[in-house]
């Protein structure tokens, strides 16, 4: 009965949903992208991530300041790269590069964003921007020694108890010069005003480094004082504030004529400025040029107008629409046979019909695979019903033989002397027979044939098996020999294998005439052994040897016992070997005899 698939659940309509769900993803995610990607060079050009780039220069100022060249700056700068995502370039004021976070021969940007020079400082400071000063960080010879470090670090704790008794929650930091500070959360404790309690002097007091490097400036001040030709009476004595690391600077004025007061302070302060600048220079790295972007050489311009974003548009509904003819062709053609499939196997089992096959993918491949599928239906079909007319057929006779002597002894036309009831006890052995072979093929399709395993050696059971059929090889005139490697041995249910063997060797007698020989022959082939029946008789045609081992199948059409038994001795030989994991094959030539091989896994000897 054929069902209809509703529209919503058909296989082409939830592919073009898909493929439309897809493409709306795809063409949102591109615009998404496009738009992060123009907003963003929209900000770096527009200098809208000036935060990001004040941290870049400050860490690269940093260096600089503690540093006395750019030895080193290449991890710094492929870090701040990283955690930018931009490109970050250093180099020397003739543009000779010592740092880049782009591959070797990326051109430089136009212009570079800031010049890293931390004498000079335009964009950083600790407490904010501080045009043309001094980064804090350059303490150069102002740098405390670890003995006067100590000294003043237990000056800075007692400092602390001194605050804490007089009520103030303070902290000791540690400046760059490595001079400790007393301070709060809001800068130095009580505004600047120490409690007079605490005011020892000591801790605010220079150490001799610091005293040494203040003197060195003040020397160098002097003397460029004197180049500027102000009189001997002025002098300019330089000061430092210990708890902010600031330098300050007292006047002791004296003028030449026409010099007034403003002029030789503003003198003194450039010599101060001047003499700092010289006295710290050894200690930090040379003059450095920052580059910051992604090393266009253009500037980048973006419009977005409306002729524009009609075009974004357009260009989205021509992907969708393509997107959806495609889907749509591809859909018809994968569901065409899929449909096809379908109808054929909604057929009765009577009318399954092959499907053709139209395509070379995994549906053609399905297509196949049903056609293949019919084909042994239909052989399985027609073995079933062969197999239920042999067993009848097989059945019939001994059945029929048997209830035509007992209605002839009954109506008293025979006697029931021992000839008779020998011929009933034969025709009984052969139902007996038959019903047997029918148990052991049922039980090895169930695959509940069980079997009982253990070391057994090959020349002892052909030995058996000929013994078993010696009389019935001598009454037919056959002579029946055995050759065996006493080595060979296997893992096998010996009263199995005596049946399988001994099926061979009854079917071989059936088939070999008189002064003719059946030979039983044992041998060992790497991992396996190898079992052989080969017989001197009638042979089987090539065109039937692949039938030799189904059920019911004998070469004499006739269905004769005298040329042929029920057919299922062969069979039962088949899944007996498959239970031991082996293999049965036929060889035969008409008229030269034929051979059936049994190759099984070879055991081992036991201790």
């Known amino acids: 009965m054929s069902r209809r698939v509703p529209l919503r659940k058909r296989l082409s309509v939830r592919l073009l949903i898909a493929s439309v769900l897809i493409a709306v993803c795809s063409v ?33 100022s940093g260096h600089a300041a503690t540093h006395p060249d750019w030895k080193g700056v290449e991890k710094t700068v492929r870090e701040l790269s990283a955690r930018t995502g931009r490109r970050i370039a250093l180099t020397t004021t003739d543009r000779r590069t010592l ?52 000294r003043l670090e237990k000056l800075a704790v007692v400092r602390q108890w001194c605050f804490a008794r007089n009520g ?24 600047g005003v120490v409690p007079e309690a ?6 605010n007091t220079p150490t001799p480094t610091e005293t040494k490097a203040l003197a060195d400036l003040s020397e160098r001040a002097r003397k460029c004082l004197d180049r500027r030709g102000l009189n001997p009476g002025t002098q300019a ?109 909604q057929q009765p089992p009577e009318l399954h019909a092959r499907v053709p096959v139209t395509t070379r993918d995994e549906t053609g491949i399905l297509a196949l695979a049903f056609n293949d599928l019919t084909e042994r239906r239909e052989r399985l079909e027609a073995q079933r019903k062969a197999m239920v007319s042999d067993v009848a057929h097989e059945l019939r006779s001994p059945l029929t033989n048997i209830r035509g002597w007992l ?27 038959v019903i047997d072979d029918l148990q052991d093929l049922a039980a090895a399709d169930a695959g509940t044939l069980r079997l009982h395993r253990e070391p057994v050696r090959a020349d002892e059971l052909l ?21 065996a490697d006493d080595t060979c041995w296997l893992d096998a249910d010996p009263v199995r294998m005596r049946q399988a063997l001994g099926n061979l060797v009854s079917n071989a007698l059936r088939h070999t005439p008189a002064d003719g020989t059946v030979t039983l022959a044992a041998r060992r082939d790497g991992d396996d052994v190898v079992l052989e029946v080969t017989d001197t008789g009638s042979g089987v045609a090539a065109d039937e040897l692949p039938y030799v081992f189904e059920r019911f199948w004998r070469a004499e059409k006739s269905r004769s016992r005298r040329t042929g038994g029920s057919g299922l001795g062969l069979p039962i030989v088949r899944h007996l070997v498959a239970a031991h994991g082996g293999t049965v094959d036929a060889a035969s030539e008409p008229g030269a005899g034929a051979v059936f091989t049994l190759r099984l896994p070879a055991g081992v000897a036991p201790e």
């Open 237 to 345: 004595f330089v000061t430092v504030d210990v708890t902010e690391q600031r330098l300050g600077t007292r006047y002791l004025l004296g003028k030449t004529k026409g010099t007034d007061d403003r002029t030789a302070v503003r003198e003194a302060d450039h010599c101060v400025d001047a003499a700092r600048h010289a006295q710290l220079d050894p200690y930090v790295a040379p003059v450095a040029e920052l580059f910051l972007g992604v090393g266009d050489t253009t500037a980048v311009r973006f419009d977005m107008s409306p002729a524009n974003k009609a075009k974004v548009v357009g260009v989205a509904g021509l992907v969708l629409a393509v997107t959806v003819a495609v889907t749509a062709v591809v859909a018809t053609r994968l569901v065409r046979p899929l449909r096809a499939l379908t109808e054929a196997a």
């Open 198 to 203: 605490c005011a020892d002097g000591l801790l």
């Open 168 to 191: 103030y929650d303070t902290t000791v930091v540690r400046t760059p010069s490595g001079r400790p500070v007393v301070t709060d959360h809001d800068g130095p404790v009580a505004g």
């Open 99 to 150: 740092a880049d976070s782009a591959p070797p021969g990326t051109p430089l940007p136009p212009r570079a964003a800031a010049t890293v020079d931390p004498l000079h400082v335009d964009t950083y400071t600790e407490r904010g921007a501080q045009r043309g000063g001094v980064d804090p960080r350059v303490v150069g010879p102002y740098r405390v020694t670890d003995e006067e470090r100590a």
């Open 28 to 60: 949102a995610a591109t615009a998404w992208l496009a738009v992060e990607t123009t907003t963003r060079a929209l900000r770096e050009e527009q200098g809208q991530v000036l935060a990001e780039d004040m941290d870049v220069l400050a860490r690269l």
């Open 407 to 433: 209605e002839v002894t009954r109506d008293g036309v025979v006697d029931p002397d021992p000839a008779l009831l020998g011929a009933l006890h034969e025709e009984a052995l052969v139902l007996q027979r």
């Open 463 to 483: 030995d058996q098996v000929a013994a078993a059929h010696r009389v019935a090889a001598d009454t037919a005139g056959v002579t029946l020999d055995t050759a």
